[in-house]
Each structure stands twice: as C-alpha cells, then as structure tokens.
C-alpha cells in the first residue's frame, strides 16, 4: 500500500515537474530562435545601412541623380563588403529594379517589408532539389526626407540555424538528463512525505492491537465467570463470588474504553467553548485533600507546597484534574508502605508548574523515555501488581500538549520519582 502509493507520487510529481520542464524549454528555444535571428537582423541592417551610406547623388537640372559606383557589391568592387551576402538590389523609389549583385532578381520590388526569411527556388544537388533559407532586409534609402530607392540584401540563414541545432542536441541531451534527477527526486520526497503517514499508521495498528489485547483479558473473565455460574447450581455466596469476579471484569473494561476515548476526543486542539478560568491552587487542594485520605490507607505520607495566591490559568478543568490524578494515583500506586509523596506548585516565568514527586520505586533510565507511550508499562513486579494499563501518562501528556505545556520526570530507582507539568499562565486559546 505504502509503496503503491509512494510510486504515485513520485510519478505525479515527475509528471507535473517534467511538463513544466518541457514548457520552460520550449520558451528557452523560442528564446534562442528569436535572440539569434535578431542578432542576424542587425548584422544584415549594418551591412545594408553601411551600403545604403555609399550611395552618391547629384542634383542635374532640379532632378535627382544616384551614382551606385562606390556602393560595394553593387559597384564597381563587387567582393568588397562580404562574401556572406547572397546578393544586394537597388530598385528605385517606384521599385523598378536598377542595379543588382547576385541572383538575378524580379524586375519590381515585391517584399517590401523590412526583414523576412525566405526560401530560394530550389536547385537540384544530386538527387534532391534543394532551397537555400535565406535572412532578407530591404532598406528604403532617402536623402534629405526624399526617397530615393530600396537596397535589398540577404545573407544565408545557416549559421543561426548550425547554432540553434546545437542548442536542440544540448537541450536534448539535458531535459532528459533532468527528468532523470527530477524523478530521482520525486522518489526520495515522495518516500520523506510518506514517512510520517507511515508512523501514524503504524502506531493507530499498534494501538488497535494493544487496545483489543487489553480487551481480550477482562472479557475473557467476564465469559468464563458467567459460563461457570450458568453450568451448576451454585449456592448464593458462589453466585456472589462469581457475580463480583464480573462487575470487577467490567469496570476494568470500563475504565480501559473511557481512558481509550478520552484519548481519542482531545487528540487535537482544544474546543475553545471547554476552556474556563482554572484556579490550579484550589484545585490540587482539593484534590490533595483526597488522596490524603487515599495515601492513609497505604500509610503514605502526602504532603502539599501549594501557594496562598490563587494561580489562575484558561484550561480545561477536567483535563487538567484527569493529568494531576493520573500522576498522583501512580505516586501512590508505586511508594511502598511509609512512603512520602508531594505535591507542589508554584510559577516560573509564564509558567505555572505542578510537581508530583514520591520516594517510590524509580524508573530505570531506558525506561523514561518509553513511559508516555500508549500501554507502555515498566515491566516489574509493582507495575504488575498495580494493574494498569499503561495509558495514564500517555493521557496525561496528551492532555498537558493541548494545553500548550510539556511534561518531564527524572528519576532515581529506588529512591523515587518526580513528574513535573508545566502549563503557560497566558490565555490557553490554542
Ligand atoms: P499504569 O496505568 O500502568 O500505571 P502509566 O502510563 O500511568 O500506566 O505508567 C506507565 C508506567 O510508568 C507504569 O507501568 C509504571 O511502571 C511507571 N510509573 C509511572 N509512574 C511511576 C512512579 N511514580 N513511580 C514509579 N514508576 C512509575
């Protein structure tokens, strides 16, 4: 599937990228065609301008005579100018044809636009008949605003076309060439682009089969409890027995598909409607007050550093309460009898800071960094015992993230652990 889909993309992005490649050639070579042919122009335009100043005229009896002897080609000195004119034309300002060097000429100017490119009747060179593509200029010459003919001359267009026959086999050679790489390319992006979508499948597949195995267990006592009561008569404190095996089957299932869409529903931003005016020192007061109660019976000692101050922040309160019970029931589910666990929380800079440090267990170091995964559990015998399903640390750094903050812990195995949230004191409108 991934690699169906990697090859597509590269493909589409080969094809888009390579279609403008093409265009942009073609707009090149129009580029070059039209550069060289002006450079031809103005080649012809100087040879046609400098001949056009060899005329000589003379005023004879009011009319106007034109002495073509001193023009090159046309003259006397017919090799003077350039071999590379084909051939050079006067006609005069009616466009009757005067005087011409070269290929003989209609006798009446026909072209009279300035540059054109024309082919020359074609001659027969071996088996084929062959034109030649010749550049033409024809130049209306005056003399004191008087017109007094045209110059026309034309030269071979070979040269621009040698040019821009190398220019076609350079192109050739490259556009290929970079298609190539584009494609290259395509594929190496393609593949960084998939990556990401690779992951999140990845981890939603790793989710789903956690989340069905937690699942399996508990229904798998549900099943087997319900099968027993249904196979014998049984006496009412079996029935009993049995029928708490259930209940207690059904609200781990409970607990596992509220942690489960808990996660699910406040993957992303926050609905700004949920968010309300928190006041953090109140509510972990409340809630210390609580697990008091809760470390008394482990004979846990809990003790609180909150300030006198309200520490006011926009959140959602029961996020945020969900976190801190998820850091406070774990610091008290991994102390051992005659433990301490603290509960802080105080402000850094834009930061409100909640601490929940305990003199439990610890956690090794290569499990730190694995401990906010989805169902990641240390595997010992204290995780074991206390049954979780690895999701609390998860859900508590995910509610934290939407709230703008970030989660830490350091820890030393057996000597304890501290969990440390930090939440931005600005207005939480994320
Ligand atoms: P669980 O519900 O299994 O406790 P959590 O996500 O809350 O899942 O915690 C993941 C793991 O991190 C637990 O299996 C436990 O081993 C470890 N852990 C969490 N909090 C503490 C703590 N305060 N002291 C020692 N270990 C802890």
Redesign the pocket.
Known sequence: MFYDSRRNLARWFTLSMGSILVVYTGAIYYQKITDELEALDRLLYKKAALMAASVQYEMIEGRLQIDLDNVPLLGNNPQALSTEIVYARWYDPKGQLLQFYGMPPKKQLIVANEFVTIKTTPVRMGRRLKGEWLRQVTLPVQYKGIAIGHLQIASPIIPVKEKLREFLLLLTLCVPATLGIIGIGGWILAGLAMQPIRQAYDQLQRFTSNASHELRTPLAAVLSNAQVGLLVPLEPEQQHHYLEQIVAAAKSMSTLVSNLLLLARHSGRLARESLKEVDLTSLLHELADFYTAQAAEKQLSLKRDLPQLAVKLIAEPDLVRQAVV??L???C???PTGGTVKLRLFTHYHWAVIQ?S?S????AQA?LS???????????K??HS???????????KQVVAAHGGQIK?T?VVGS??T?QIELPLRRCER
Request: without cysteine; negative net charge; aromatic residues 14%.
């Open positions: 998820n850091l029931s774990n610091a589910k991994y102390t929940v305990d439990g267990v610890g956690i499990d694995h401990i906010f995964e989805r169902f990641y559990r240390v595997d010992t204290q995780s206390a049954g979780g399903f690895g999701l609390g640390l998860a859900i508590a812990v820890s304890g652990s969990f």
